[in-house]
């Protein structure tokens, strides 16, 4: 669920977008007996892309009904209720520093990146277990969005 939502944090900030509301949904395997599912919904106090602090409250938010026994097959975190960055305003009398200080960690973190190289820096909870990769076996070809894939005709 941490490397979910960092990707989806780091695309918020690439964007330049705050969310106002995400969502984590857990489940098991469907096709095995015991299907579970577990959907959380949070909304923030003011919008954020914040890394840190949409893991912490997302793992907190699936805590309460998170069973450590059970086998969890797939994990979906969605951010939404989107607004932009730079047209977000402030509430007239709530402190600005906590978000200004995020925000500069924030840029010293994707800048870190963009640097070194991607997940150079990143957060403790994503390096937990590095087993689960993305089935991408049937992922439909992106013809539009990257020239790579475009089919070649041979004549």
């Given at each position: 669920m941490a490397?979910?939502?960092?990707?989806?944090?780091?695309?918020?900030?690439r964007d330049g977008l705050l969310a106002?509301?995400?969502?984590v949904h857990l489940s098991t395997n469907r096709h095995k007996p015991g299907y579970?599912?577990?959907?959380r919904t949070l909304n923030f106090s003011r919008p954020?892309?914040?890394?840190?602090?949409l893991i912490s409250e997302l793992v907190a938010a699936t805590g309460t009904g998170f069973n450590p026994r059970t086998s969890y097959h797939?994990?979906?975190?969605?951010?939404?209720?989107?607004?932009?960055?730079?047209?977000?305003?402030a509430e007239l009398f709530a402190p600005s520093e906590p978000m200004a200080t995020a925000q500069a960690r924030m840029t010293a973190v994707d800048g870190l990146n963009a640097r070194y190289g991607p997940n150079t820096v990143r957060y403790a909870a994503e390096e937990?277990?590095?087993?689960?990769?993305?089935?991408?076996?049937h992922r439909n070809p992106?013809?539009?969005?990257?020239?790579?894939?475009?089919?070649?005709l041979h004549a």
């Open positions: 490397s979910l939502t960092a990707r989806a944090a780091a695309g918020l900030r106002n509301r995400a969502v579970q599912r577990l959907s954020t892309a914040d890394t840190g602090q797939r994990v979906n975190v969605l951010l939404y209720d989107l607004i932009n960055a730079e047209r977000w305003q937990l277990s590095q087993a689960w990769q993305p089935k991408r076996g992106n013809y539009v969005s990257d020239w790579d894939e475009l089919p070649v």
